[in-house]
């Protein structure tokens, strides 16, 4: 059999799998992705990015085609039944987006395929190729703690199949007439096709029936519902006049939700409640349904509009509604899972492809510091921390949304239904947890305030850096704060040097200036000597002295490489963008700094004198290793 | 000899040139372009852009690339000699552009070879490439009046030589040392190279130089003054505070301006005051000026800041300032000259390239219009009405700004020298001129008002659309109303239609529906059966209904062709932008209607009566043709 090394082997091209496979490749890291099916899903399949994914995916430089090309979903309008109950009416609209800081307010649609594409074209860029149709067929870690625990090692084997034509076909044929997330091939038995792969680490993007999540035993806790929705993706004619805005319908002949998409396309989510006997534990008998019976239901909803399906539909599917975790994240830090392998939920929230996308997101820059030998396997453990406690919040929010969806609607008759301000108040509590921006990671190693924690504002440690228009010294340029924090595998230390025109001031930001150049410091320590001066660290010095005045050449040279690396705190020459950054993130006036992770999370604040005193060394002491 | 028929012959590749080409070829009109150079400039030349030129590349999507490319000159500085003469020292900081209703508030430079790249990548994707070395060598126009009032003649004979490279390396060596910007080569006098064009229309945008202007022995008139000034692009070792910001120095050892360029790119403007009387009757000896001699003059006038140069300039060059615009624009409006060509002047407000590029974008939707046979010839008269008195404001301004800038520093010592406040008052009051958003076309064919001009704001007949964000009914998702105006050779005709939900509006907006769809409106009569109902004119309708409550299907079906083209007057989702549209525009709230130009300058306003009484009519009658 054929054998091979690589760094890091991803099973499964979903969004979980490129959003890492992309970050990786990026990085110039020796990663592989494999996939079994044949080409990319045509159709289908998840549909929304939150506000807080098309922040990460902007980091990437990937938001401008997304934004482009999808549907924004800014407004949403809600839908009752009218006081004699036999049709409907508008309750009223609310912003789609319960969540004042995000920096676009909205979420957006989009087709998974061209989501999944915007990766797939950037990983091309950097020679990386999705190998199809492979799949994996045995997995083994090595139990031996010196090889383990020795960062250059290939603890994991793994057996990959190349898929010939029959078998490819023979997964196709199986699933012709179902809309099935997950094929399963019938293999040949051959092992030419086979190789074995020694890496060393693994991760299973593999789905809902995560192969890789079968073969570490891992569970999923949680349980299914007997709730049958179905999802059509179709074109429809209709006088509706919010069929382009996220409409939940509650009507006293089922429950819907509209989900406009790109171009004239429209995603509507119809609970088949007359159908909840064809649902029994978890498995669904999907023969009883046809699009013509989805597109019915949606017609007696919405009464007394017309809605009219004059084409065939785009794709549609029918699924119970399901609620479970995984016990684990990740098994000895060498193999891990991630997406719809650790989640499943229902997709009312439309958070399923943004929790997936950021659980990779958020393993990438960890992956990248381990291998490159810039921090210890210990940060990988945070992974797991991170994202599993997020995913029980998302799974226990779903319950919460599900249950509202599904449930009757509150009249006259039903006092005890849902009732409009119930559900309304539940999306607007939560409007940070669905807008993906209100996210806080718990204190941790790599998640840590010093003593003197200098903000009171929504700079907020284990929180992603909120957008905040800043202004370039050199060319009174405004700059988005998010802009200047790429995911580029890098730190960005963020100086808040207030006004160094002040003397007393200028001297405490020159000593912090000369520290940052003496050999204990973390910058020097953990920087390597034949890496350049940034590699590891960018360093951004933001002032607070007025634009008229301030000169690039009042910070420091310790603090800044460059005439482009010092920002102040003002309005721009247009007299509306920027300004307040000091007092909106909560940064005194005497100034601060912030440690924020390469995937824009807020690691560390402290005061200037907090890092003065070796706090942020204490910090990177924690988890990264000396490179001298 | 080889003969030929093209609809559009374009002589001259620069910024003018490739306007015309791009926007012709984007809308499949037969063109052709030659340049007489062998390739693309390598560097050099023109590189401001201002900010309604961004706005007007923004309208052909071009845009993007220049923003992210380019350096962006947000703020002005300006030194004056300090209190004892011998230094400078900051007088101010100003915004760089005083035109409060630019889209960009920003000047944007780069160097010119990569603007033209804009076009030329655009070109491409419509099959068009730049002929090169090709130059004319011989033009004559019919004088038969019957063939120049024929719409299908092609009147224009111009002879094409395509240049050997014994040729193009003769045109190389006579400038190898000079960095000339028209080379002229000696011909072979082969005429095997040689090629007949029958052509409808020639342009002639072959520079300060013109071989068209010369053979249709079109006269510049103006003045050469005795001010020698040097321009230099390099990349300087400095602690000039001020290096990326546009400043302006007066000094007791020289003037000079700072123009920041891409990356650290800087370009420096110098006056060789001891070098006037190397110029006489508009020739400059340019064998005694050096880079060496240029940069110690930028050394002396920068005292006490210290400015280094450690590489070779990029490009420099030396000239003498002159004030001329040609008398006349076009010859039978068959054959036509623009940009350089047309008017020379200072480079120092950054307005060659945008005048050049803005000449052509007008010209190029009537040569459009009247190729397809949509508008009678008439309509090209309006090229020199509109271009040459521009050109006439552009020089009387460019005059004043020169004297002040080539004229000393106003000292104790020099009391009737040029004031810091006279300067910054100059930039001050011709804001508008030179961010271009000020620009005002005179009253004409194409450029009237109905007798009930019911606005009162900036949409002002003759001058461009200002920016102003509206919302999409249908989706709540805010637009900027240019975006909305692309340069794609249609009308658009914006519908202020108020509040529909007022019945009485209703009734009348309902009106206007109706109306439209008469075969005797100007709708039905300048459209071609033959055409897709919106060929000509898109129709945009714009509410003044609160987002939370207005449909799209508010508004009559004759003014809406689709769910996206009614839009409000309401703030966003995100409560900042939008809003206010109404009223800045100084639309009434009983509505009004709006014609724009496919430049997108606005043509026509009226009320929604006059429109019913026919004035709109009487509008487009006046020179286009009826297709039926």
């Known amino acids: 059999m054929k054998e091979s090394h690589c760094d890091v082997l991803i099973i499964g091209a979903g969004p979980a799998g490129v959003m890492c496979a992309n970050a ?27 506000p807080r994914t098309i922040e990460v995916l902007q980091s990437y430089g990937l938001a401008d085609k997304l934004l482009a090309e999808g549907a924004h979903l800014n407004m949403m309008a809600y839908y009752n039944p009218t006081a004699d109950g036999k049709g409907i009416e508008r309750t009223s609209r609310a912003p789609d987006v319960n969540a004042p800081t995000t920096r676009w307010r909205h979420q957006i649609t989009l087709n998974q395929t061209a989501i999944e594409d915007l990766f797939l074209n950037s990983m091309r860029q950097h020679g990386l190729h999705v190998e199809r149709p492979v799949m994996p067929t045995a997995m083994s870690i090595s139990d031996d703690e010196a090889v383990l625990n020795d960062p250059n090692s290939y603890p994991v084997q793994i057996t990959l ?19 099935v997330v997950d094929p399963t ?28 999540r079968n073969q570490l035993d891992i569970k999923l806790v949680g349980e299914h519902t007997k709730h049958v929705w179905a999802v059509v993706d179709c074109v429809p004619e209709t006088n509706f006049p919010d069929i382009r805005n996220r409409t939940a319908i509650h009507s006293n002949n089922g429950s819907c939700m509209i989900i406009p998409r790109e171009g004239d396309l429209v995603r509507l989510y119809i609970q088949l409640a007359d159908a909840d006997d064809l649902a029994s ?49 990740s098994v000895k830090e060498r193999v891990f899972i991630a997406g719809d392998a650790c989640h499943t939920h229902s997709p009312k929230a439309g958070l399923g492809m943004n929790a997936s996308m950021n659980d990779t997101h958020n393993l990438a820059w960890k992956l990248i510091h381990v291998l490159r030998g810039w921090a210890s396997s210990n940060l990988l453990k945070t992974y797991e921390l991170e994202r599993k406690k997020f995913a029980q919040d998302l799974i226990s929010f779903d319950r919460k949304l599900a249950d509202m969806f599904s449930g009757k609607a509150a009249t006259a008759d039903n006092a005890g239904g849902v009732s409009h301000d119930e559900f309304q108040a539940l999306l607007r509590t939560e409007g940070g947890f669905t807008a993906g921006t209100g996210i806080q990671y718990q204190p941790s190693v790599i998640t840590k305030a010093a003593p003197t924690n200098p903000t009171s504002g929504i700079l907020i440690v284990g929180q992603r850096v909120p957008p905040q228009i800043i202004l370039r010294v050199a060319d009174c340029r405004p700059y988005e704060i998010q802009d200047l924090l790429k995911s580029d595998g890098k730190w960005k230390l963020l100086f808040f040097v207030g006004d160094c025109k002040d003397e007393k001031q200028a001297a405490l930001v020159n000593a912090i200036g000369e520290y940052l150049q003496l050999p204990s410091s973390f910058l020097q320590r953990y920087t390597p000597k034949s890496a350049s001066g940034d590699a590891v660290f960018s360093i951004l010095s933001i002032a607070r002295t007025p634009k008229d005045v301030a000169d690039y050449t009042d910070v420091h040279e310790g603090l800044r490489s460059h005439w482009s690396t010092v920002y102040t705190d003002d309005i721009a020459v ?16 005497s100034g601060g700094v912030a440690a924020v992770r390469p995937d824009g999370y807020v690691g560390y604040i402290g005061s200037l004198k907090d890092m003065l005193d070796g706090y942020l060394d204490d910090y990177f002491s924690g988890f990264m290793l000396d490179s001298h």
Do not use: C
Not at 35 to 48: L, S, W, Y
Not at 161 to 179: D, V
Not at 575 to 589: M, V
């Open 24 to 50: 990786l490749a990026r990085e110039g890291i020796n990663v592989r992705v494999v996939d079994k099916r044949p080409e990319n899903i045509p159709a289908g399949q998840a549909d929304g990015i939150q």
């Open 281 to 329: 534990g978890g498995r669904l008998d999907k023969s009883q349904v046809t699009p013509e019976r989805i597109m019915n239901v949606a017609k007696k909803s919405m009464y007394p509009y017309q809605i009219d399906f004059p084409h065939k539909p785009i794709w549609w599917t029918v699924y119970i509604i399901s609620h479970r975790v995984a016990t684990q994240f």
């Open 185 to 212: 091939p019938q293999l040949a038995g051959s092992t030419e096709a086979e190789e074995l792969v020694h890496a060393k680490y693994v991760l299973g993007a593999d789905g809902a029936h995560s192969w890789v």
């Open 161 to 179: 199949h190349r898929l010939s034509s029959a078998e490819t076909a023979s997964m196709t044929a199986a699933n012709a007439h179902t809309n």
């Open 574 to 589: 247009d007299g509306k963008n920027g300004g307040d950054a000091y007092e909106t993130y909560g940064i005194a006036f």
